[in-house]
């Protein structure tokens, strides 16, 4: 559940040619952080260079990047050349194939520059207007390439299987034939496809209002902590002091943070009224029963899965609930409120710098075999990432793995807390998942579906807590990783669940016609929110004034994306016990799934791995292990309670 930032919808319009799938960088759970209005340039010189990023494995210069950008664009007129040929010969459709994977391949790395580059410094005006040539450039891509998928509709299975067996590179795009074939009844005529790629540019209209005022013009607030420290509560200020140990301090973060957002309640309620209607036109216009099913067909997931992960969710939110009363107990709480939800359970004085963070990780992931290791320390040493916050610096964590022809690229905040050590597992999960797909496929399917994308993340994670409760020393440490594990789980299954429902929600109160405003969306949002957490039943009480979050969440301008995290720690949680039981073949099974990138349907690639994702024993697995984790956790408090009880 890490934040992460998505490239834009339009690099999707374009990947037509052997691109059925898309690896890009991933959107927000919760922003972290907002850019000054200044450049801090004492600050910026400050940071070591070996904790930055090195953008010139893309483009040595700007300037290299412009004439690169230039190439692209000049390259959409030999992509339009193709229009009327792919049918003609097995030898015409593989030229036009091969073009499609080199212009790709080019705009990718065109992308990662812009994207990265930007967020490097969000106050940069140059820097952004180079993101913004790639929304254009990914519209007149989507233009140059309309006419690909009806004319490979037009052919048909027969004579496509023709092709492929007289010429047998054809077999590199099988995936992507398959994927556009499926896809039939969804495609349109070509001057429809044609009239809805040049409207790409209109997409992700809403999202990008939000980002730019959430990211550089919301007024935030200031306050004063208990200890007399004056505080401008923006979302990193937030995100840090939310967990304040001062009970306090939490209400008045929670009050002051949700007040702010709550005055923009109507602005925030047209931005995610207008992405929805986007959502349902885009599904409509299609002939998708709905806009979920549209949403799950690019990487054929079937909508058990997600509907199965709430229903199994709803019907354990008693496990939820355990975990509350638990987190009250620990705290010393009577009466558990929603700003209390944060809080670390026990605290540590250990600081982890980004050298002991690394050598963490490494250590961890030992069990996936010296390959992987030695592939992460590659990447730690030669500046595949870059490390520290500082004003300008777009917020959370992300890996950008579409320069197929360079290496992935890891964006952190790391602030030196046992959270940043996760976070680093997670990421780096990312990046070498890209590593091993990349080297194993060509660039037609290296590029993998989300869906199995967030399972080698959160295997990292799984791999991580192992480490560190082996390396625990005294209960109070074993408390920390077990609470540390418990909430994480809590974030990242049925916290992403709730968005995934209130998401689902949203999207057929619009397709039953209803129109929605901030007032509607924040009680929709408001009645999950104390569902979830038990507010009716006195778990944890949840002011009315906090149900404004779902105006905090970037996730919801991202189509039915958060889900998968909830899906992913599930599949995570299954494979990588497998490789810590030492289960015969699991390491590999796992690795194999890495591998495998986006060669297959990542729900196939899956179940082939173990995992089934539209059962119900994947998310039972998860409430085993959570109960487990509480069971152990309350024997040692009863145990340290006794110790009291007898010493006085």
Known sequence: MKARHALSTVLITGLLFGASHVLAEEPAEEPAEEPAEEPAEEEAQA???RWTWNLEDLYPSVEAWEADAAKVEASFEDLKACEGKLGKSAESLLGCMELGDEVTKRFFRVAAYAGMGADADTRVPEAQQRRQQIGRLGTLFGEATSYAAPEILAMGEERINEFMEEEPALNTYQQFFHTTLRQAPFTLEKNEEAILAKAGMLQGAASAVYQIFTGADMPWPEITLSDGTEVRLDQSAYTLHRGSVNRLDRQVVFNEFWNKWSEFERTFGVTLYRQVRQDVFNAEVRNYPNALAAALDGANIPEAVYRTLVQQTNENLGTLHRYFKLRGR?????????????????????????????????????????????????????????????????????????????????????NGDYESVSTLAHEWGHAIHTVLAAENLPFATYRYSI???????????????????????????????????????????????????????????????????????????????????????????????????????????????????????????????????GKEGARERYLDLLRAGGSRDPYDLLVDAGVDLASAAPYEAVFVRMNAIMDEMEAILDRQNQVVLKSD
Not at 518 to 526: F, H, I, P, R
Request: hydrophobic residues 40%.
């Open 330 to 414: 620990m705290l010393d709480v009577e009466q558990m409120q929603y700003y209390d939800i944060y809080p670390p359970l026990v605290e540590l004085d250990n600081e982890f710098p980004i050298e002991e963070g690394i050598a963490l990780t490494l250590s961890a992931m030992v069990p996936l075999g010296q390959d992987y290791v030695d592939k992460m320390e590659r990447g730690f040493h030669n500046r595949w990432m870059d490390v520290y916050p500082h004003e300008g610096k777009r917020s959370g964590a992300y890996m950008n793995g579409i320069a197929y022809d360079v290496h992935p690229y890891v964006l952190m905040n790391y």
């Open 47 to 49: 940071i070591d260079e």
């Open 451 to 581: 869906f199995t994308a967030e399972i080698a993340s959160t295997v990292n994670e799984v791999l991580m807590l192992d480490h560190m409760l082996k390396v625990a020393e005294t209960d109070e440490e074993r408390l920390f990783y077990l609470g540390f594990a418990l909430e994480q789980w809590r974030g990242t299954f049925f916290r992403q669940t709730m968005f995934a429902e209130f998401e689902l929600a949203i999207h057929e109160a619009v397709e039953a016609g209803q129109t929605l405003t901030g007032a509607s969306l924040t009680e929709m949002y408001g009645d999950i929110l104390k569902r979830y957490h038990g507010h009716e039943e006195g778990v944890v009480n949840i002011d009315d004034s906090f149900a404004i979050e779902w105006a905090y969440i970037p996730h919801f301008y991202f189509n039915f994306y958060v889900y998968q995290y909830a899906t992913s720690i599930s599949a995570g949680l299954q494979l990588g016990s497998d490789i810590l039981d």
